[in-house]
């Protein structure tokens, strides 16, 4: 089985090592492909006015200074030869549920491959808060269960065009509580701060913050399985159409 990994925090990320090495216990053709750079919040953004450029950096391994979604296309076309069997994207440090999940340009690579046809899997490990990561192993459930995971889930029969993306909670790999089929998730409140700055020549400068509030986490949601330090596997389709409104919007303009 040949095997294309990528992500949106860059080439040398803790997370990407994690899952090749999970992606190396099920098959000994695997190939990365990653941003130079980080790209996160990319979501399936494409370079269409710059020229991308492709760094081998060691056996299979690839840095494009790119989007994540430009790494599935440079792999595809110019470098592996022969498409992939399976496509990966992550460990993202941090978690892609809810309302973040349309930014992430990890789920974003894995929704472009699916676009060509091929089968994908988005993995993000959840930490609790800002600073976590400096102080504590925020991979130890990603990295004890990502190569379990992945296994089970490619037992499943699922359709192509079907993207599936797994978070881990933000627990020790021991209090993992298990895996969980759940729908994405809707946040009570999504604020956006601006930073208003000024650099050292008095020109003005921004920095981007969301604040999330939680609100609710119904079990059957991404949000109510990291709530049960469960694993959360979201099946999703790049379909934007609201089923639920075509029918009056059709009737409405039939008048």
């Given at each position: 089985m040949r095997i294309l990994i990528t992500n949106d925090d860059g080439i040398d990320a803790p997370g990407l090592a994690i899952l090749e090495a999970a992606a190396r216990e099920l098959s000994d053709d695997v190939w990365t492909v990653?941003?130079?750079?980080?790209?996160?919040?990319?979501?399936?953004?494409?370079?269409?006015?710059?020229?991308?450029?492709l760094a081998k950096i060691g056996e299979r391994r690839y840095a494009v200074d790119g989007t994540p979604a430009d790494c599935v296309t440079v792999a595809l076309h110019a470098v592996l030869g022969t498409a992939p069997d399976l496509v990966l994207s992550?460990?993202?440090?941090?978690?892609?549920?809810?309302?973040?999940?349309?930014?992430?340009?990890?789920?974003?690579?894995?929704?472009?491959?699916?676009?060509?046809?091929?089968?994908?899997?988005?993995?993000?490990?959840?930490?609790?808060?800002?600073?976590q990561e400096a102080d504590e192993d925020i991979w130890s459930a990603a990295r004890a269960h990502c190569a379990e995971t992945l296994r089970t889930l490619l037992a499943v029969d699922q359709p192509k065009s079907v993207v599936l993306n797994v978070n881990f909670p933000p627990v020790p790999a021991e209090s993992v509580e298990g895996l969980s089929a759940v729908r994405q998730g809707?946040?009570?409140?999504?604020?956006?701060?601006?930073?208003d700055r000024q650099d050292v020549r008095?020109?003005?400068?921004?920095?981007?913050?969301?604040?999330?509030?939680?609100?609710?986490?119904?079990?059957?949601?991404?949000?109510?399985?990291?709530?049960?330090?469960?694993?959360?596997?979201?099946p999703l389709r790049a379909d934007f159409t609201a089923q639920d409104a075509l029918a009056p919007l059709a009737a409405a303009l039939a008048r």
């Open positions: 990653a941003p130079a750079t980080e790209q996160s919040g990319q979501s399936q953004s494409v370079t269409l006015v710059d020229p991308l450029r992550g460990v993202n440090q941090g978690f892609n549920i809810a309302d973040d999940m349309p930014y992430s340009g990890t789920v974003g690579a894995a929704l472009h491959a699916a676009g060509a046809g091929l089968r994908a899997i988005a993995f993000s490990q959840a930490y609790r808060h800002l600073g809707v946040r009570a409140q999504h604020e956006v701060h601006l930073d008095g020109s003005p400068y921004y920095w981007v913050r969301f604040r999330r509030d939680p609100g609710d986490a119904p079990a059957d949601t991404d949000l109510g399985a990291m709530a049960a330090n469960r694993i959360s596997v979201t």
